[in-house]
């Protein structure tokens, strides 16, 4: 079996499997996207403690639904947020906390972080100290599986040429932590997976 079917075959069992389980939340179906998750709240939570975040002065978070409390965190911990815009269709949007002082639930919606913060280049936002991306599926060893448009490994690879290397977590379930991810040599990895229940910190 290629690469390629593998991924889009595990794909399809994490997103049946949520679905199944009664782990996925709006929007549905989770198909074709990264799954806005049960305990996701819980997930970014646990973020909060571990020394990339608390040493971060910037917090680069995906747009995605599961990664919308990460969003809220930083700025509430009075952090800068960088947020990728769907799909990289603006660039990117940076918002300052003491410019959302009070509004961190809605700025850290794409609707408010719009509102709220400015359209910026890559070469306009500043260093990210952490990265935070969602994933359908990741495994031990720091292989990430995206919905397939390949957003997730760009805004890494973009980040990584612009600033050189800086930590990457993840937020997921438990149940999207595999034994094997499918990977190809393009696919950016890894460093910290958080679930509801747990941190994990890859092994190298």
């Not at 100290?129 to 031990?140: K, T, Y």
């Not at 997730?152 to 990457?168: A, H, Y």
Request: aromatic letters at 6%; charged letters at 30%.
């Amino acid at each position: 079996m290629d690469v390629r079917t593998a991924k889009r075959l595990l794909r399809e069992e994490i997103w049946r499997e949520l679905e199944a389980k009664g782990l996925a939340r709006f929007p549905l179906p989770c198909y074709g996207r990264i799954p806005n998750f049960a305990g996701s709240e819980e997930a970014a939570n646990r973020l909060r403690p571990l020394g990339e975040w608390r040493q971060a002065r910037v917090v680069f978070v995906c747009p995605d639904f599961a990664q919308r409390k990460a969003r809220e965190n930083a700025l509430s911990d009075g952090k800068i947020l960088v947020m990728a815009s769907p799909r990289l269709r603006q660039d990117y949007v940076v918002v300052h906390p003491e410019c959302v002082e009070g509004l961190a639930v809605s700025a850290s919606t794409i609707k408010g972080a719009f509102k709220h913060g400015k359209i910026a280049t890559i070469q306009e936002i500043p260093r990210p100290d952490l990265v935070i991306e969602g994933a359908v599926a990741v495994d031990m060893q720091g292989n990430r599986l995206g919905k397939g448009g390949g957003y997730g490994d760009s805004e890494i690879k973009t980040l990584k040429t612009r600033f050189g290397p800086t930590s990457v977590a993840v937020t997921v379930h438990d149940v999207q932590v595999v034994k094997t991810v499918p990977f190809e040599d393009k696919d950016e990895k890894i460093q910290i997976i958080v679930t509801p229940t747990r941190v994990i910190r890859v092994s190298r």
